[in-house]
Structures are given as structure tokens and as C-alpha cells.
């Protein structure tokens, strides 16, 4: 079976995704291409049977039985119509649901304009697609509740890594870390707040933020700049990391910021689990389904508080070695993609499962 896993638009986020999909694949005996946006090419080159393409019609002229695209655009509505027409199923992996309307009003007035656009498309992409794939149940229930009548034909297929852990590398844990990308939706205001409350505290906390985006913009507080010059914060941001170069930030973690005001599910827990980093998380998205309070993450309640934020941080210092046990076994359990091949020959109708 051939099947073709496609990404119309980059993202740097789902890099592991898209390779754990290949492994996923060839686990199952098919024969498997990527075809890519040509912005993925310096981090994926090295991929065999890896296509960088400008537009989706080298995905049909392969002519594969199966089409996995991941991540949102405008060109998967094409995609997924002319699959139907060529009666490929396409399978539409779906990261994010519609917001309710209230999550929507509490965002920026300056955001909700894209979020509406985002959403719009992702709807005409999943009502054109064989089938939609969420990564949670939580977003399965979000699914199901805010975009009623988009497709009934829909699947729940964790998000899946490969396991890119080396233990014979050692490197020591000092920052409480703010990994990926930037935005008030993931509490990047909280977070640059707890680093001043840090401060006023004194109490020695060290931090990191790592990320593409750039943030010079949100980090010309005086007390943030000084918090740098000092080596209290330490910030790479501005530019795409490779894989290599977001795993040796989460190793050097005590701990990972995931307490997001609102998300489906989040590559940053299962990221962080996988190099053995504990996380700070909300109860609400799909976490309380893979982690559990004081064994490999500290739940912190909304709003942010941060003297509680401080405390689950303290905790997990004083437990560190217990913490990284955990969160490496649970990301063995919950992400690694061998643990999900059999599934996968159901979800995706693979053989005879």
C-alpha cells in the first residue's frame, strides 16, 4: 500500500510528527512518501523518499491508496476534493477545533479575525475529507460539540513521536522553561510575570524561553531585560530550532511551561515527557488524560496564580529525579509510535487488522 503523509505548510512544531508517521508506516509494511512545503527542507532533507513541492498535485500524479496531510491550508480543500474525485481516501489530521464563542471573545481583538479564518478553513478541509483524525478525546468532544454537521466520519489517533532520547548524553537541569511558540493563547504574558514575580521574590529560579517567534516586542520590560543581563533569563528566540536543538532545551529543564489558557493537546507536553521533563499544566485540555498531579507534572489552577506556580516548581526541585523517571515512562506509554501500530491498521484501514 502506498501512502503519501503530506504537510502544505510549515510548521516547525510537527517535524517529529511527520517522521514518526513515516516510521508508523513502514512499521506496517507500506511504501511511504513526504511531500513537503519546500520550507521544510533544510530540516528534513536527510528523510528518504522525502518530496518538496510548491502546490499538492505531485501528491496525485503518485497516485498512493492513502493521503495523511498534516497541518492547516488553504490547499488541502483542493487536495482533499480532488482525493475524493480520485476516491483516495484522505485523512485530515486536525490539531485544533473550534473555540467556542467564548474562548473566542477572550482572545485579542487583533487575533480573532485569523482564528475565524483558521477555523473556516479547517472546516472545508475536514467536510472534504475521508476521514478526520483528533488527537485527544478532549478534542474529539470539541469536535463533535462546535463543528456539529462538518464530518461524521472521525477518529482518534494520538499524537506520535519518534523517541529521539539519548541517555548517554548528560546535561544538567537548571531553567523552568517557556518552549515553543509565544502567544498569549499559550500564557506568555503569565509566564514573562512569573519571571518578575521571581525577581521581586528573589528566590533564585532560573529561566528559559525558547521559541520562533520573535519576541523582542514582548520582552522590553526593564525588569525582563535586566532579568537577561543578569542570567536570570536566557531567550533563543527570532528563528526556527532544529529538532536537535529543541531537544537539548527540554534536557536542560528542570521543568516545562504548559499551563496554556486553552489547547486541545500540545506537542510541548509530549516533547518535554519524551527528554524526561516534568511540566507545569492546567487540568483543562487533554492533559489530565496523560499526566497526573505529582507524577510527572504539577497541575496549577486558572487564573495563573504565581506564588502556586513557584510552589509546584519548588516541589518538583526537591522530587527532580522522581519527576524525570516518570514523565520518560509515560511518554513510552502515551506517544512513542510503536506502541500504536496495531491501532493504526484500524484507524487508517490498513490490512486486515
Known amino acids: 500500500m502506498k501512502i503519501a503523509v503530506a504537510s502544505l505548510r510549515f510548521a516547525p512544531g510537527h517535524l517529529a510528527h511527520l517522521r514518526a508517521y513515516r516510521e508508523l508506516f513502514l512499521a506496517l509494511d507500506c511504501e511511504v512518501k513526504l511531500f513537503l512545503d ?81 477555523h473556516g478553513v479547517n472546516y472545508l478541509i475536514a467536510k472534504n475529507a475521508y476521514k478526520v483524525i483528533l488527537a485527544s478525546d478532549f478534542g474529539r468532544d470539541k469536535y463533535l460539540r462546535y463543528m456539529k454537521g462538518c464530518n461524521k466520519n472521525y477518529d482518534v489517533f494520538p499524537l506520535i513521536f519518534c523517541d529521539d532520547y539519548d541517555s548517554s548524553v548528560e546535561v544538567e537541569r537548571k531553567y523552568f522553561s517557556f518552549i515553543g511558540g509565544f502567544t498569549k493563547l499559550r500564557g506568555c504574558y503569565q509566564f514573562l510575570d512569573l519571571i518578575k514575580y521571581s525577581i521581586s521574590e528573589d528566590n533564585g529560579v532560573r529561566f528559559l524561553i525558547a521559541t520562533r517567534s520573535s519576541i523582542d516586542s514582548q520582552i522590553e520590560d526593564p525588569v525582563i ?129
Open 38 to 118: 519546500g520550507e521544510y527542507r533544510s530540516f528534513m532533507e536527510d528523510v528518504p523518499d522525502t518530496v518538496f513541492i510548491t502546490d499538492y498535485k505531485p501528491i496525485i500524479e503518485w497516485k498512493p491508496d492513502r493521503v495523511l496531510s498534516y497541518n492547516i491550508s488553504p490547499q488541502n480543500i483542493q487536495l482533499a476534493k480532488k482525493c475524493k474525485r480520485s476516491k483516495i481516501p484522505f485523512f485530515y489530521v486536525l490539531h485544533e477545533p473550534w473555540d467556542s464563542l467564548k474562548e473566542l471573545m477572550s482572545m485579542s481583538k487583533s487575533f480573532i479575525p485569523k482564528r475565524i479564518i483558521v
Open 225 to 353: 531585560k535586566q532579568a537577561i543581563n543578569d542570567g536570570r533569563l536566557s531567550v533563543y528566540s527570532g528563528k526556527p530550532m532544529t529538532s536537535k536543538e529543541i531537544n537539548y532545551h527540554y534536557r536542560e529543564s528542570i521543568c516545562a511551561w504548559n499551563a496554556y489558557i486553552t489547547s486541545t493537546q500540545s506537542g510541548v507536553l509530549a516533547n518535554a515527557l519524551m527528554q524526561g521533563t516534568p511540566v507545569i499544566v492546567t487540568d483543562r485540555g487533554d492533559s489530565a488524560d496523560i499526566v497526573k498531579d505529582k507524577r510527572e507534572c504539577r497541575y496549577i489552577s486558572l487564573p495563573h496564580n504565581n506564588q502556586e506556580m513557584i510552589s509546584a516548581y519548588q516541589d518538583i526541585v526537591n522530587n527532580l529525579k522522581e519527576y524525570v523517571k516518570n514523565a520518560r515512562q509515560t511518554f513510552e506509554q502515551k506517544y512513542k509510535y510503536s506502541v500504536y501500530v496495531e491501532r493504526a491498521k484500524k484507524v487508517f484501514e490498513i490490512g486486515n487488522p
